[in-house]
């Protein structure tokens, strides 16, 4: 019997076959594996471009997936977290993986909320199910350039508040450790708290940043402070902090007013003495579109704008230093 994938590797020039790992295809999906050692962010994307379009619209072929393998590979992880629930941290930590996509950045996102993943409805991909390579998660690309992998990929909803600590702990392991493959940043987005997934990311995935997201209100900004001493305990810098749900823009006359006031959460970066990233509007556009799994910050309005300048702002963040 032949191999159904011979006719796919036949595609493939003699320098991809040379880095080809493994091939397969599953339900009209192909999956390349390929050994991307020593190639710099062009060169990958060069190769990827490649295999992708010899493999795309051969008989049997709906999708090409690809997963980048390297003997060593830098990635920075960018942690948001919050003291309080509810404060909008999924919100940003998935626009900002967009907007940083957009701005050219190779962004993986990690959805680290065990009670209650969001990552899977805000980028549109509910119940898709990711796949494996040598018992490692391969993430799930989506169309906003940024691949990802969510707790609720990996538990059903009426489970989760069974499992205990180290069961958590060993599930957010198999996220940040999967094949992200040439991925440079990647973004965690926390549950709120400071509790054992928080403790095993200090301990084990030890972020390079920390993003800490806030209304302005008084009450969620105690609470912030609370995540941001967890962070600085852990020896985790603090990148800033971003206020979220600041001046409701009345989408009838389009007055600004600000139901859970204005300004706190700069204030309250000057007096810790912290970077002010910015301020993400209170906008009904922006909980339609995330309830629609289409990102506001994948789109072209004045909601992408404040995501973009959030993205510029840790993007030199990110370039101000050394990679470890
Ligand atoms: N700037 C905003 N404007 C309008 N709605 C927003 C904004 N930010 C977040 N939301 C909405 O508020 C709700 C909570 O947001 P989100 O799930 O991102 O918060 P969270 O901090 O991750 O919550 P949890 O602590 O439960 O993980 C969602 O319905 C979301 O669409
Ligand atoms: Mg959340």
New binding site residues.
């Given amino acids: 019997m032949t191999d159904p994938t011979d006719a796919l590797r036949a595609a493939l020039s003699p320098a991809i076959l040379a880095r080809l790992q493994s091939l397969r295809v599953t339900d009209g999906t192909a999956i390349a594996v390929l050994d991307a050692s020593g190639m710099d962010a062009a060169a990958r994307t060069a190769l990827e471009d490649e295999v992708k379009a010899a493999l795309s619209g051969r008989p049997d072929v709906r999708e090409v997936r690809i997963a980048l393998t390297a003997d060593k590979v830098r990635r920075r992880i960018i942690a948001v977290g919050?003291g309080?629930?509810?404060?909008?941290?999924?919100?940003?930590?998935a626009n900002l993986a967009v907007a940083l996509a957009r701005a050219g950045r190779k962004v993986g996102l990690v959805d680290a909320?065990i009670y209650?993943p969001?990552q899977p409805r805000l980028l549109g991909s509910e119940g898709v199910k990711p796949q494996a390579h040598d018992s490692k998660m391969i993430p799930v690309q989506n169309r906003w350039g940024v691949p990802m992998l969510s707790m609720g990929q990996l538990i059903e909803a009426d489970k989760a508040i069974a499992w205990r600590g180290p069961m958590a702990a060993g599930a957010l392991s198999q996220l940040v450790d999967a094949n992200w493959g040439a991925i440079d940043t990647l973004v965690v987005?926390l549950?709120?708290g400071t509790g054992d997934v928080q403790l095993t990311m200090l301990q084990k995935h030890k972020p390079d940043g920390a993003v800490i997201?806030s209304t302005p209100q008084d009450l969620a900004l105690i609470d912030a402070r609370r995540a941001m001493q967890l962070f600085e305990v852990g020896q985790v810098p603090i990148v800033g902090m971003v206020e979220?749900?600041a001046g409701y823009v009345c989408p009838h006359c389009n007055e600004v007013s600000d139901p859970f006031g204005l300004g706190g959460t700069e204030a309250a970066a000057a007096d810790l003495g912290v970077p002010f990233l910015g301020r993400?509007?209170?906008?009904?556009a922006?909980?339609e579109a995330?309830?629609a799994g289409t990102p506001p910050a994948a789109g072209d309005g004045p909601q992408a704008r404040a995501f973009a300048d959030l993205a510029v702002r840790i993007g030199a963040w990110l370039d101000g230093r050394q990679e470890r």
Avoid: C, E, F, H
């Fill in positions: 919050s309080k629930g509810g404060v909008g941290k999924s919100t940003v930590a909320d209650g969001s987005d549950p709120p997201v979220n749900m993400i509007p209170l906008d009904i922006i909980r995330s309830d």
